[in-house]
């Protein structure tokens, strides 16, 4: 059996791997490597970043389960592996803490004015300026899967009202005052202050907030995206923040990335961007290590991975409590 990682491991990661399964021969290929390594493996592990030989993979018939290390799975959900016997896992929820963390950022730093202040700052003007608040706001997140309900759990602690939407609306958390279904996205755009967006890219989501979806909300509402760029039509974006639409917006992700240096959210002052960063974490690695040990550790057994991805819908799908 052979095993192709495709991360930024250590030897101590593969040998951690090697340990699960010693029979197996387990290749480091990075991303230099991995198209090619991947044609010969029965398991592949990481996040490819180059262009990938699925349709040849497939053919092929060897790969049997892909891990990916990442929670979005557009990097590998091509149609020939949606159409294949290949199982696919995510690392859905790994990276909840740290993607709540990077939403706080983006949304405390808009509403506490802090592009106003750090401007400022370059020229030592210390002159007070308004600001907003957070506490008692209205607050809807479009995709309540592990970011979004991790999210939710510290906005609690804003003493804020949640909203939310969800293909699957199932186990309604206690903080969160109503989980509707993923029809109702335009009542949850009116009525909330802050729309926070952790849904993922499939086809049905491409595009998702669009012209109509900016319309929708509240005027002066906050906006943060934190999910995949695709997810948001960058125009609309653009002009609902030009035509004070909305107050600001906080994206982690691009339609395109990196984010052209034409884009016009260059240059608003009611913007923060981040470079995609938001799962990043000094423990990031050995995280999505530990979860393939464990699920190679299943794997072998014949149990099914944790996370194991519905390929149509693109992630994996949350079960009603019983």
Request: with cysteine; aromatic share 6%.
């Amino acid at each position: 059996m052979k095993i192709a990682l495709c991360y930024q491991t250590q030897p101590e990661f593969v040998e951690a791997i090697q340990q699960v399964a010693p029979d197996a021969e387990v290749i480091d290929a990075g991303q230099e490597g991995i198209a090619d390594a991947i044609l010969e493996a029965d398991i592949f592990c990481g996040h490819a970043k180059v262009p990938m030989p699925w349709s040849e993979v497939v053919q092929n018939g060897k790969l049997k389960w892909i891990q990916s290390s990442a929670a979005g799975m557009d990097h590998c959900l091509v149609p020939e592996v949606i159409a294949s016997d290949i199982l696919v896992s995510s690392a859905s929820g790994l990276f909840a803490n740290q993607v709540a963390e990077q939403t706080f950022s983006l949304l405390l730093g808009l509403i506490r004015s802090l592009p106003v202040f750090f401007r400022a700052q370059t020229v030592k003007d210390y002159t007070r300026r308004p600001t907003h608040d957070l506490h008692g706001k209205t607050v809807g997140i479009v995709g309540l899967g592990g970011n979004g309900r991790r999210i939710a759990e510290i906005l609690a602690a804003f003493q804020t009202r949640i909203l939310a939407t969800d293909l699957f609306p199932y186990d309604c958390p206690p903080h969160v005052e109503a989980l509707w279904p993923a029809d109702r996205l335009d009542d949850l755009l009116a009525a909330s202050d802050v729309v926070i967006l952790t849904l993922p890219l499939n086809s049905s989501t491409y595009h998702i907030i669009d012209e109509s979806r900016f319309a929708a909300m509240k005027q002066d509402a906050w906006f943060i995206n934190v999910a995949r760029g695709q997810v948001v039509q960058e125009t609309a974006l653009v002009e609902a923040l030009q035509s004070k639409k909305l107050l600001g917006a906080g994206i982690d992700v691009a339609e395109v990335e990196p984010l052209p240096s034409d884009s016009p959210l260059w240059n608003m002052e009611n913007v923060i961007i981040s470079p995609h960063v938001g799962a990043q974490s000094a423990t990031r690695n050995a995280d999505a290590t530990q979860l393939f040990c464990t699920n190679l550790r299943r794997y072998l057994n014949g149990e099914p991975p944790i996370n194991l991805v519905d390929k149509q819908l693109g992630f994996p799908v949350r079960k009603p409590l019983q």
